[in-house]
């Protein structure tokens, strides 16, 4: 069923000092900022030849990251997403095998416009997992 890492995300405090980090010191090529309201974050898209980082900062009141950075006042790792050909199938998939869909178990519309569920941590190791809907 899983496909390939689309993204690893990573929650800063300080955007322009992370995008500065990834595109100086590692000398990747990043993305201008853009906020996403709808989810909650600003993002900076970092391209590696063979996937994506996305540095996810707070935007607006009750975003999901503002909780995580207060527990990781340096930032720290927030999710990984892996593609799947089929998100109903995923979800489906994913419950007959235990495993906890976040929120209401219905598919939303991700920060790239394609269908996505989140997957608890406790069940996977101590990390959020998203899952999107890719096709092929
Ligand atoms: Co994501």
Sequence with gaps: MI???????IA????????????????????????MPDHGVTTVFVELPNSKIELIHPLGEGSPVTAFLERNPRGGMHHVCYEVPDIRAAIDAMRFRGMTVIGDG??????????VVFLHPRDFCGTLIELEEVSA
């Design 106 to 115: 219905e598919p939303s519309i991700g920060a790239h416009g394609l269908p």
């Design 12 to 35: 800063v405090p300080d955007l322009e000092g992370a995008a500065a980090l990834y595109r100086d010191t590692l000398g990747a090529v990043v993305s201008a900022p853009v906020p």
């Design 3 to 9: 496909g390939r890492l689309n993204h690893v995300a």
